[in-house]
């Protein structure tokens, strides 16, 4: 049997910069009043601890003094991402493989999927655009007890590699001791910083995107 590629999807398969992180800015900017620079979330997942965005929205909202609640902030968090099914930032994310990427990397490799995501919200991204592309299994944020880093997820799969993105999904593979390949975009706007993180938790590899995965496994 193949070996176990398994994928972290936001920043990984996805590129959610224009998606998922644009929806925190809007939500922090209409609770506050005032919008934060892309840099400020990424300072924050790069803090760890935050890989749940309705979290970290609450968090940057509350921290700053604005008194609402938890459920308020998250169901203006979802309304943004989904819209009215046609509107939704969910649609200006985009999958990050070139043609013919995951096709070649999946004559080597099964795949599996681990995500902070809701499995629903994973699979309508998947079936959009990679719907011939197999991923067993698919765990979302409902299917561990523990969110990354704890390493429930993984220890659930034979993993041979998790490709991830942020410092919680490289804590999450070593306490999994499942080597770990980290994805640092150097648009990413604390770059350096990520790839010294990814480099202090004992990453296998660090790449700029996964188009060059093939290189990780070439030799
Ligand atoms: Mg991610």
Not at 172 to 186: E, S, Y
Request: aromatic content about 12%; some cysteine.
């Amino acid at each position: 049997m193949k070996p176990l590629l398994v994928f972290d999807m936001d920043g990984v398969l996805v590129d959610v910069t224009e998606s998922y992180r644009e929806t925190i800015s809007r939500t922090v900017e209409h609770f506050t009043g005032t919008r934060i620079p892309n840099e400020t979330i990424q300072e924050f997942k790069n803090q760890g601890g935050w890989n749940d965005d309705w979290k970290l929205s609450h968090h940057i909202v509350t921290g700053v003094g604005v008194d609402a609640s938890f459920d308020e902030v998250k169901a203006h968090f979802q309304n943004l991402f989904h819209g009215n099914g046609s509107d939704g930032l969910i649609l200006r994310e985009k999958w990050v493989a070139r043609p013919g990427v995951l096709e070649k990397l999946n004559r080597q490799f099964r795949f599996a999927l681990f995500t902070g995501r809701p499995k629903e919200e994973a699979a309508l991204t998947l079936n959009r655009f990679a719907p011939e592309i197999v991923f067993d299994p698919i765990l979302g944020m409902y299917e561990v007890q523990n969110h990354k880093p704890a390493p429930d997820g993984l220890l659930t799969m034979q993993a041979a590699f998790y490709v991830g993105d942020t410092i919680d999904d490289a804590r999450c593979a070593k306490a999994a001791n499942v080597p770990f390949i980290g994805i640092a975009a150097p648009s990413n706007p604390l770059y350096v910083d990520l790839v010294f993180l990814f480099q202090e938790t004992g990453a296998y590899a660090i790449v700029d995107d996964i188009n060059y995965l093939d290189e990780v496994f070439a030799s």
